[in-house]
């Protein structure tokens, strides 16, 4: 009998009252306002503290941009659940063609995508939440997300944003309480001081897509003179496991193996997570992307030239947490473009070498966590692969997921 087989039959008997109660939410959405944060203590190592994150990341809330009929969602779903995330799907308008005139520039699937990204910058506008996550429905994401990636990033954005950032020597002071109190509402620090966040991207590589990634193409001293925090991340594949530009990128600028970035935006990617203020969603809706008028071909580019040139102040984590889901591209269908992007091409071969999206450790793309509608194993897998970070895959190591 396989260990995963033992450990689903001895947890078998305490899981069923569990699965009474928590049966009908396998697939709820929820959409009442999120609680306040809950984070905890957890040692990252070298003296810092970091915080375990709520159901929503320590934003606001978690907002999905999805149409009614997408394919992608019952993926996303499935892994929301298992990593016990609390998302929002705004119920997207059926666009006319009178939504879509005006813009012979930009291609219909990229119009399209777009319009659904306002349309969720809008609701959570509406909803009163001081910040918010938006994801697009395709992406996926490592097991350790909740449990050790996002505390690191929110340590790291802290410490960017407020000189404040470590929490006093005395735990009994009022300044340790104040701190703790200012964590929990602002685990990033405080929403005046920044206006994005980019978690999942498809490259921050400092540059454009004209310059290659010969040795080289950065340098050391690029990242010294750039606000930026590095830390410690063993959930980060290593360099022979990252996506072959993102690892020529973290070696040419003297990065040590699994270690994360989080540093100012310089040339950002692709926007499959990306975390805003209600003053930056503001910004976006009214003036930096809001279509009146167009200047750019995508929503992505928009909020590129936001950042670099419009006074946004965006931030990367680098490598990203969120990248999307190998598979046929919807704005590519509706557009008639079967090419596959430069960026996906580099790194497909090695994407099926591992059987993992890339610069994902132990994501879900490979299926290995899905549960359809096993309540018992649902739960299984939130104790032992969400909760603990056990990355159960027959063909992967169980702690490090390489």
Not at 16 to 25: P, R, T, Y
């Amino acid at each position: 009998m396989s260990k995963v087989a033992i450990l689903r039959r001895s947890m078998r008997l305490r899981l069923l009252s569990a699965l009474v109660i928590g049966a009908f939410i396998v697939y709820r959405l929820w959409l009442s306002p999120s609680p306040a944060p809950s984070w905890l203590p957890l040692p990252i190592g070298e003296g810092t503290a970091a915080y375990r994150t709520n159901s929503t990341l320590g934003f606001g809330r978690i907002y999905v941009v999805s149409k009614k009929d997408s394919p992608r969602r019952s993926g996303l779903l499935q892994a929301a659940n298992v990593t016990e995330l609390q998302l929002t799907i705004p119920v997207q308008p059926q666009w006319t063609d009178q939504d879509l005139k005006g813009h012979p520039n930009i291609g219909r699937g990229s119009l399209l995508a777009w319009l659904g990204h306002l349309h969720t910058l809008r609701e959570f506008l509406d909803s009163g939440a001081e910040t918010a996550l938006v994801l697009e429905d395709d992406v996926d994401w490592d097991i350790h997300l909740r449990s050790l990636q996002v505390p690191r990033v929110a340590t790291a954005v802290r410490t960017l944003l407020s000189s404040k950032s470590k929490p006093p020597v005395h735990s009994s002071s009022k300044a340790k309480i104040e701190y703790d109190d200012q964590v929990t509402r602002y685990p990033y620090g405080d929403p005046a001081l920044w206006d994005l966040l980019y978690l999942g991207h498809c490259g921050d590589y400092w540059h454009g897509m004209d310059i290659g990634f010969e040795d080289g193409h950065v340098k050391p001293d690029d990242l010294a003179g750039r606000p930026h925090v590095s830390f410690r991340d063993w959930s980060l594949p290593n360099f022979e496991n990252l996506h072959p530009w993102t690892a020529s990128l973290l070696r040419n600028l003297g990065v040590p193996v699994h270690t994360r970035l989080v540093h100012r935006s310089v040339f950002p990617l692709c926007t499959f997570a990306y975390a805003i203020t209600r003053e930056s969603a503001r910004r976006l809706v009214y003036e930096l992307a809001s279509l009146q008028p167009a200047e750019h071909k995508a929503f992505d580019i928009a909020i590129l030239i936001a950042c670099r040139n419009h006074g946004l102040r965006c931030w990367t984590v680098n490598p990203e947490l969120f990248h999307h889901l190998p598979g046929t591209s919807i704005i590519g269908v509706l557009e008639h473009n079967n090419s596959t992007p430069p960026v996906d091409a580099m790194g497909q071969e090695q994407m099926e070498m591992r059987g993992e999206t890339p610069n994902i450790g132990c994501g879900f793309w490979s299926g290995d966590f899905d549960f359809g509608e096993d309540m018992e194993r649902l739960a299984y897998l939130r104790q032992e692969v969400g909760r603990k970070g056990q990355c159960l895959k027959e063909w992967r190591d169980s702690s490090t997921g390489e």
